[in-house]
Nanobody, 115 residues
Framework: QVQLVESGGGLVQPGGSLRLSCAASGSIFSIYRMGWYRQAPGKQRELVSTISRGGITNYADSVKGRFTIWRDNAKNTVYLQMNMLKLEDTAVYYC?????????WGQGTQVTVSS
């Protein structure tokens, strides 16, 4: 089985920064796309950013210029650097990994942006 372990969430003031990480472990033969999604209270889960195995990235318009995604394929880990955080960034952030066996979600990590 493949498991994803997320870390890095927490409480931060507006304008602050956080770095999330997500490490995949288990029966991993190959990892395709990795990414981050988030879900705020009362809202649907939305895509934040993804990165392909070759390093091609995409970002939601709401986070462009503020968030950066990258991955370390040797460590099977994806990161999300979040800068200039806003109140509306408050959500549970979920890691998502696509691989030949299917898709796996992380447990979620809470990011709270508050004064």
């Amino acid at each position: 089985q493949v498991q994803l372990v997320e870390s890095g969430g927490g409480l931060v003031q507006p304008g602050g920064s956080l770095r999330l990480s997500c490490a995949a472990s288990g029966s991993i033969f190959s990892i395709y796309r990795m990414g981050w999604y988030r879900q705020a209270p009362g809202k649907q889960r939305e895509l934040v950013s993804t990165i392909s195995r070759g390093g091609i990235t995409n970002y939601a318009d709401s986070v462009k210029g503020r968030f950066t995604i990258w991955r370390d394929n040797a460590k099977n880990t994806v990161y999300l650097q979040m800068n200039m955080l806003k109140l509306e960034d408050t959500a549970v952030y979920y890691c998502n990994v696509e691989f030949p066996q299917g898709t796996v979600w992380g447990q979620g990590t809470q990011v709270t942006v508050s004064s």
